[in-house]
């Protein structure tokens, strides 16, 4: 399994394919992945549990890549969509590549979207090594 590198919830209220055009406008485009990538998903969303409180919503599984990467599985992000009445209530964002959760979660906020939490890994460069 690959690591982890990002995760961002979104409170969006806006329909399914108003949602979709907006992660479309981010730079985010639809790929076809194994069932195995959405694992990550899952593993994500028990232990965020308490940000999405997702009682009653369906969920939606969609793969997406970043336009602007195409190294091999590194601009893939899994979102995972809650919703009620085709209405898009919360958004999961997972990112396999560092760096890339904050870009799309700027966009994203500059949409209409409003971000409940992100967390992202960063790597810290050697100069800095010592100051911790």
């Known amino acids: 399994m690959e690591t982890i590198h990002g995760v961002a919830i979104f409170q969006v209220d806006k329909d399914?394919?108003?949602?979709e055009l907006i992660?479309?406008?981010?730079?985010?485009?639809?790929?076809?992945?194994?069932g195995d990538y959405y694992e990550y998903?899952?593993?994500?969303?028990?232990?965020?549990?308490s940000y999405l409180n997702t009682?009653?919503?369906?969920?939606?599984?969609?793969?997406?890549?970043?336009?602007?990467?195409?190294?091999?599985?590194g601009g893939i992000i899994l979102v995972r969509m809650y919703s009620k009445d085709y209405i898009v209530k919360k958004?999961?964002?997972?990112?396999?590549?560092?760096g890339i959760i904050a870009r799309i979660s700027k966009r994203l906020i500059n949409n209409g979207m409003t971000r409940l939490m992100l967390f992202e890994a960063y790597r810290v460069p050697n100069k800095m090594r010592h100051l911790r």
Request: aromatic share 4%.
């Open 41 to 49: 998903l899952d593993i994500v969303e028990s232990e965020f549990a």
């Open 23 to 34: 992660l479309g406008h981010a730079g985010l485009s639809p790929v076809t992945l194994t």
């Open 91 to 98: 958004m999961l964002i997972i990112s396999l590549r560092r």
């Open 55 to 73: 009682d009653n919503l369906e969920k939606t599984d969609k793969a997406f890549e970043l336009s602007s990467i195409t190294s091999s599985h």
């Open 16 to 19: 399914a394919g108003v949602t």
